[in-house]
């Protein structure tokens, strides 16, 4: 079993900056892939940006650029630092993670909402 706990959403002007943060305890010692996927209302949750355990990372167009993943293997967190923000970026935004055998795990979700 895997827990998420995150951390950092909440409200900001466009143009600036958030930080997104998720801590994974339990069964840690097989995640593989950690990432942050968002929905806003009415739409489809999509990912965000995703992050292998050896560094590779994946982003979705709409946020080249402006977020960057990371993650501290050593405590087990993975970071969204969000940078120029836009309106259109306001959504839940949820912890994922994946382990190398296949079980996905889900945060709880955290609001992050620019306003213009």
């Known amino acids: 079993q895997v827990q998420l706990v995150e951390s950092g959403g909440g409200l900001v002007q466009a143009g600036g900056s958030l930080r997104l943060s998720c801590a994974a305890s339990?069964?840690?010692?097989?995640?593989?892939?950690m990432g942050w996927y968002r929905q806003a209302p009415g739409e489809q949750r999509e990912l965000v940006a995703a992050?292998?355990?050896?560094?590779?990372?994946n982003y979705r167009d709409s946020v080249k650029g402006r977020f960057t993943i990371s993650r501290d293997n050593a405590k087990n967190t993975v970071y969204l630092q969000m940078n120029i923000l836009k309106p259109e970026d306001t959504a839940v935004y949820y912890c994922?993670?994946?382990?190398?055998?296949?079980?996905?795990?889900w945060g709880k979700g955290t609001q992050v909402t620019v306003s213009s």
């Open positions: 994922h993670v994946q382990t190398r055998y296949g079980m996905a795990y």
């Open positions: 339990g069964s840690i010692f097989s995640l593989n892939t």
């Open positions: 992050i292998i355990s050896t560094g590779g990372t």
